[in-house]
């Protein structure tokens, strides 16, 4: 907890987007992590909006070359964070610059999971959906963090 009060202690008044773009990041991670845990035990989730969360983890999408998509999400989220990180400690703005890059391979990966529950699936997930939003906070703020952040 002390490091994370040292990070976040790190970003100024004018990278409030940064400490955003970080807890959007942590965010994800638990989300997709929830996502991949439920995979491998083969526990149902329980999904009070869209009642669709099952159908939408058992499909045939829902795994790329036998790996679950959300075991994927949640590395991404957690090389996010932690990139994110090293590069607030060690003061780097290229490599915190490749990481808001990177943010746009989430978004464009997010929207097209997004289609293939609308229009292929025919099913939603409530957690699906929320690391959608996590991706496109993280992909709108990374132009923000591009620009403000003063590492």
Not at 81 to 105: C, E, H, K, P, S
Request: with cysteine; charged share 10%.
């Amino acid at each position: 907890m002390n490091l994370l009060r040292k990070l976040f202690g790190r970003v100024k008044a004018n990278n409030l987007w940064l400490g955003i773009f970080l807890a959007t990041a942590l965010f994800g991670f638990f989300d997709a992590t929830y996502l991949a845990i439920s995979h491998f035990t083969g526990s149902s989730l329980s999904c009070a909006l869209f009642k669709g969360c099952d159908i939408v983890t058992s499909s045939a999408y829902s795994t790329f070359f036998g790996v679950p998509v959300a075991l994927a999400g949640s590395l991404y989220y957690l090389a996010v964070f932690l990139g994110t990180i090293a590069a607030i400690d060690m003061r780097n703005a290229l490599l915190l610059r490749g990481i808001t890059y990177a943010t746009a391979v989430g978004f464009v990966g997010s929207l097209y999971f997004l289609y293939l529950q609308l229009f292929v699936i025919h099913a939603l997930c409530q957690y699906c959906i929320l690391s959608l939003v996590a991706c496109t906070v993280l992909f709108a703020s990374s132009f923000v963090v591009r620009k403000y952040s003063s590492l």
